[in-house]
């Protein structure tokens, strides 16, 4: 006999699937009722069923749970149930043994109003600022011309048509590559994060525009969604949100590097015009060549006064007039030379005759002679004789007279009286 305790735990002795759903259905029922909230992904009100079938979604994740509800409680609920609303609920887990099938059976619906979403919306805004995702310093550049625009659109969309004409209008070698995805609804942020991914990974992408049309608060919701908010942060490529009209102002605008107010001010922002482009370059081409005239005209003027100035106009005249006065300064300098000489050399004649005349060969001349005594040895040194006592008898003399001079002996001297 089989063990029910045993049963489930072996090849041999199995649940039945009955058993399962039935155990199944007991754990889960004794859960108790929750508050959840998210938004509606899919509505299905049958024309013959007293019972609604609703998709709630997780607008930050690929998840959503299956919700079954009176239809009178989506008829007759406060504000109209769509795709897209974000709701909260009340229901109490349940597991529907004959499909094998978990919903939450709810008793309860509430639609989030729009001051609570924009109560919502300024919290998460706080919360940003404060990790600093709204930096300014943060902010990449937009490249002065994309050669390839990635493009995040609704399918068909008023915005895609736009930013494509107005871009190809202004600059027609622009490329696209254009990412299709939905842009309300629960579905909306993880399409757009996946496309961002896409492009951002793409190296030809220059630059990322995320468009939409404008729209309710309900319909922007997405673009002021966090997790969306922070894919934009974390994106290498540079990213430019044009979301609705000018009053419209997710918190995607104020994570993205560059805010346009509408897709065809994105397109106007990031391409620049081609016509414009050449009509500037051409006028700063004449404004260059005017400068670079002017530039010249100016140079020439100063050259032209330069060489006006007597310095440059005739530069040999100061070293003419120079040379005059050197001229004149050397005759003079001559002249006093000369003069100069002629005086020294008259009285170096003076000197030469006085000289002459009282020198001793004028004296020889007139008959006089110098004696001189002669030493024994050859070392000795000539004396002139001032005495006869200087030459006594035997002494050799030399007598110099005017043409030349004799040897002679003395004999002795005598003295006069």
Same mark, same amino acid.
């Given at each position: 006999m089989r063990q029910v305790s045993d049963q489930g735990q072996t090849a041999d002795n199995p649940f039945p699937v009955r058993g399962v759903a039935i155990r199944v259905a007991g754990w889960i029922d004794k859960l108790g009722a929750v508050w959840v909230e998210g938004q509606i992904a899919q509505l299905t009100l049958r024309p013959n069923s007293n019972t609604a079938f609703i998709t709630l979604r997780d607008p930050a994740a690929d998840m959503s749970l299956s919700l079954t509800c009176p239809r009178d409680l989506v008829v007759n609920a406060p504000v109209k149930m769509s795709e897209g609303t974000q709701v909260i609920v009340y229901g109490k887990p349940s597991f529907y043994t004959g499909r094998g099938t978990f919903s939450l059976r709810v008793s309860e619906i509430?639609?989030?109003?729009?001051?609570?979403?924009?109560a919502r919306i300024e919290r998460l805004r706080r919360l940003l600022d404060a990790e600093g995702l709204f930096d300014p310093r943060l902010k990449r550049s937009i490249p002065f011309l994309p050669a390839t625009i990635g493009l995040i659109t609704g399918r068909a969309s008023a915005a895609?048509?736009?930013?494509?004409?107005?871009?190809?209008?202004?600059?027609?070698?622009?490329?696209?590559?254009?990412?299709?995805?939905?842009?309300?609804?629960?579905?909306?942020?993880?399409?757009?994060?996946?496309? #961002?991914?896409?492009?951002?990974?793409?190296?030809?992408?220059?630059v990322i525009v995320l468009a939409r049309g404008g729209g309710s608060v309900e319909d922007l919701l997405p673009f002021s969604d966090e997790t969306l908010c922070r894919e934009i942060a974390r994106c290498t490529t540079p990213v430019v949100s044009a979301i609705g009209h000018e009053p419209d102002n997710p918190l995607c605008d104020l994570v993205a590097d560059l805010r346009a107010?509408?897709?065809?001010?994105?397109?106007?922002?990031?391409?620049?015009?081609?016509?414009?482009?050449?009509?500037?370059?051409?006028?700063?081409?004449?404004?260059s060549a005017r400068a670079l005239?002017?530039?010249?005209?100016?140079?020439?003027?100063?050259? +032209?006064?330069?060489? +006006?100035?007597?310095? #440059?106009?005739?530069? #040999?005249?100061?070293?003419?007039?120079?040379?005059?006065?050197?001229?004149?300064?050397?005759?003079?300098?001559?002249?006093?030379?000369?003069? #100069?000489?002629?005086?020294?050399t008259e009285r170096v004649g003076h000197l030469s005759a006085r000289l002459a005349t009282l020198g001793p060969a004028a004296t020889l001349a007139r008959g006089y002679a110098v004696v001189q005594s002669l030493p024994a040895g050859p070392a000795g040194t000539p004396h002139v004789l001032r005495s006869v006592a200087d030459a006594p008898a035997g002494t050799r003399l030399r007598v110099r007279v005017a043409d030349g001079a004799v040897t002679a002996t003395s004999e002795g001297g005598t003295e006069d009286s």
């Open positions: 509430r639609a989030v109003g729009i001051g609570e979403l924009l895609e048509h736009d930013i494509m004409a107005v871009a190809t209008g202004r600059w027609p070698a622009v490329r696209f590559a254009v990412r299709h995805t939905v842009v309300q609804g629960p579905n909306a942020v993880p399409q757009i994060v996946d496309a #961002l991914r896409v492009l951002d990974a793409d190296a030809e992408v220059d107010a509408t897709p065809t001010d994105a397109a106007k922002r990031i391409v620049p015009d081609a016509v414009a482009e050449q009509a500037l370059v051409a006028d700063l081409r004449r404004r005239r002017n530039w010249v005209n100016r140079e020439q003027h100063v050259i +032209s006064q330069l060489r +006006s100035r007597p310095v #440059l106009a005739r530069p #040999l005249e100061a070293i003419e007039a120079r040379a005059e006065v050197i001229h004149r300064a050397r005759a003079a300098a001559r002249r006093d030379i000369n003069r #100069l000489v002629a005086a020294e």
